[in-house]
């Protein structure tokens, strides 16, 4: 399995690589907060959100570094991003959901490596039809939303291998139906390809069934996907590694004592 690369001595903030996030809202900030402060600790050459005022101001406060952009604005950011990140913490704004639409339409056509995250999952495929995506889009469910996924695809085998509970199979049909590579999340996270290359990851983190730590996860991957040449499907799986290499860092003996703003923390630490 390839390694997380670190940046170059040659490098810049440009040739490092650019993650545009497209999440948070004024309903739930805290989302953006966490997977911009993740994708810092990860290490990308710049992180720009879109995201409401009253969530920029509160990212900044804690993490200077990111750029906040208002909607209107992000345009030229979201093209020329090496990766973008979209849906953590959108809720049901009508608004946050139509710049969550563009941003995925955007990223899809332009081959751009996409991650798509909680309420942008909900966009497909009424708004986002699957022919508009592609293996470089990352969708990462849990089970609930990849469920909810299958049904509104209308793909019995999909719905049926997530109603067994197997991860691997789940990831995998929802990989095939979507053309998207799946990281379908849980205690056992399957990575699927739409190949039908499925691999699964069960570290022993029962710390991570707490509310944030997807997003968490979404800033890893998003990051990762802007800074590593592996293909998304590797890349997935790297920022599963890593996201529980945090957990267990904070965490070794799985009492489960700690919340995802204390695993933003800890990536840094995490090998």
């Not at 995250?117 to 942008?120: I, L, P, T």
């Not at 056992?188 to 699964?200: D, E, I, L, Q, R």
């Given at each position: 399995?390839?390694?997380?690369?670190?940046?170059?001595?040659?490098?810049?903030?440009?040739?490092?690589g650019t993650l545009h996030v497209v999440a948070g809202s004024d309903q739930y900030p805290g989302a953006a907060?966490?997977?911009?402060?993740?994708?810092?600790?990860?290490?990308v050459g710049m992180v720009t959100l879109q995201t409401p005022r009253r969530a920029a101001d509160l990212v900044l406060a804690?993490?200077?570094e990111v750029v906040a952009v208002e909607a209107d604005a992000a345009r030229s950011r979201l093209e020329s991003a090496s990766a973008v990140l979209i849906g953590p913490g959108s809720g049901e704004d009508q608004d946050r959901a139509a710049e969550a639409r563009d941003a995925l339409l955007s990223a899809s056509r332009s081959g751009t490596s996409c991650l798509v995250?909680?309420?942008?999952l909900d966009l497909i495929p009424e708004q986002v039809p699957t022919d508009e995506l592609g293996e470089h889009v990352?969708?990462?469910p849990h089970a609930g939303e990849a469920l909810r996924l299958a049904q509104r695809l209308g793909d019995a085998a999909a719905e049926a291998a997530l109603k067994d509970k197997d991860p691997a199979a789940g990831a995998a049909a929802l990989a095939n139906v979507t053309g998207c590579v799946v990281v379908l999340k849980g205690p056992?996270?399957?990575?699927?390809?739409?190949?039908?290359?499925?691999?699964?990851h069960r570290p022993n983190t029962p710390g991570l069934a707490t509310a944030g730590t997807g997003d968490v996860l979404a800033g890893i991957v998003g990051?990762?996907?802007?800074?590593?040449?592996?293909p998304p499907a590797v890349v997935a799986m790297l920022g599963v590694k890593l996201h529980g290499a945090a957990a267990q860092a904070i965490d070794p003996r799985a009492r489960g004592r700690f919340g995802a703003s204390h695993l933003v923390e800890a990536i840094r630490r995490a090998d």
């Open positions: 399995m390839p390694r997380v690369h670190g940046p170059r001595a040659e490098d810049h903030k440009y040739s490092r907060m966490l997977c911009a402060g993740a994708a810092v600790s990860t290490g804690r993490h200077p995250d909680a309420s942008a990352v969708l990462t056992k996270t399957a990575v699927a390809h739409p190949s039908g290359t499925t691999t699964t990051a990762l996907l802007a800074t590593q040449a592996e």
